[in-house]
């Protein structure tokens, strides 16, 4: 096992819920829970024994504190994260869905400490020495063109380092809509970077402007990782999910792990249900890859690792994943639901 160190970029938020499955403030109160695509991956990556570093803002208040103690009772080390006096905490609302009501989330990030962040905030040499990977997601550029700019610029410092990258689409439209951005152009400055992307079809048509017409997902998949492959040359891996919802509480889950070589793996199918939270699985289904990519499995036992790991998230509440590569694992080699003695 390559126990290398991941360094991951991007904002640190908390996550106000209503609670069990009512409607935002339909009662008074709300439950707090610490998340962020990037932390989501460190905290899993952690957890499955790696070392993972977080690098973001965040306010120098109690809400700061806390996130910053979360991160760090999981094993990430937070001491490259900024703690600035004049900023606030990003925050998203969630209210759950329920039988047939989807899931809707609010965001309130404008103008937080790391969204307020810049390029030269950040001494990208110095945070990536002794790196093996740098983790990225789409919904940073998102938030503005100064954390854009941030964003690149750690990509290409990792790049030029010799660090990987690994990069999760994370198409936000609502954020990109916020402030006019060009998510096409950005994006694909990003893809251009990566040694491995989480997107699916409809993320490539976003970046290369054309549309994949074939009559199944699973082909489109293919297809789109045929043109990205063509377009970043430096792209090895495209890893994504197909997800089927049938309600609220119930999905199939399948997984795709395309490589440039032409290797191709996919995992059998996870019927989920009963779900309790599926907010971070798609985090967790990318960390499981880089746990799989890391740990030297092969492409078949990486993609049903990562599936694993994310369909064990739809089962825990918040946005963290916590759970052990031995939990994993055992859940590929079983599907009892006996209690484990």
Not at 114 to 125: E, L, V, Y
Not at 240 to 268: I, M, N, Y
Not at 298 to 308: E, N, P, W, Y
Request: proline share 3%.
């Amino acid at each position: 096992m390559e126990m290398g160190r991941i360094v991951c970029f991007g904002e640190l938020l908390l996550r106000l819920g209503a609670p069990g499955r009512e409607l935002l403030l339909q009662s008074p109160q709300l439950q707090v829970h610490v998340g962020g695509a990037e932390a989501n991956v460190g905290v899993s990556l952690s957890r499955f024994g790696h070392d993972v570093a977080m690098v973001s803002t965040v306010p120098g208040n109690a809400l700061g504190a806390h996130a910053l103690g979360e991160l760090r009772r999981h094993g990430v080390d937070t001491r490259a994260v900024r703690e600035v006096a004049d900023g606030r905490m990003g925050l998203y609302f969630l209210t759950t869905g329920a039988v047939q009501r989807a899931s809707e989330v609010v965001y309130d990030r404008a103008d937080s400490a790391f969204a307020r962040s810049t390029a030269a905030d950040h001494d990208w040499p110095a945070l990536l020495q002794g790196a093996d990977w740098l983790h990225l997601s789409g919904v940073s550029p998102a938030l503005g063109p100064q954390v854009a700019e941030a964003t690149l610029a750690a990509a290409c410092a990792a790049r030029a380092s010799g660090v990987r990258v690994s990069f999760d689409g994370n198409f936000r439209p609502t954020l990109w809509q916020r402030w006019g951005g060009d998510a096409q152009a950005i994006l694909h400055a990003l893809f251009d970077q990566a040694d491995i992307v989480f997107a699916d079809y409809r993320d490539i048509e976003v970046i290369l402007g054309q549309r994949f017409t074939q009559a199944g997902t699973v082909e489109r998949v293919d297809a789109a990782a045929a043109a990205a492959f063509a377009a970043f040359p430096r792209l090895q891996w495209l890893a994504c999910t197909q997800r089927q919802a049938l309600s609220v509480d119930h999905h199939v889950l399948g997984a795709l792990l395309l490589g440039r070589e032409g290797v191709r793996a996919q995992a059998p199918v996870r019927q989920l249900t009963g779900i309790i939270d599926r907010i971070g699985g798609g985090d967790a289904f990318a960390a499981g890859i880089l746990h799989g990519i890391l740990s030297g499995f092969d492409a078949d036992a990486t993609v049903r690792f990562g599936l694993a790991a994310g369909g064990l998230k739809h089962s825990i509440p918040g946005d963290f994943n916590p759970v052990s590569e031995a939990d994993v694992l055992a859940q590929m080699g079983e599907e009892r639901f006996d209690v484990r003695r």
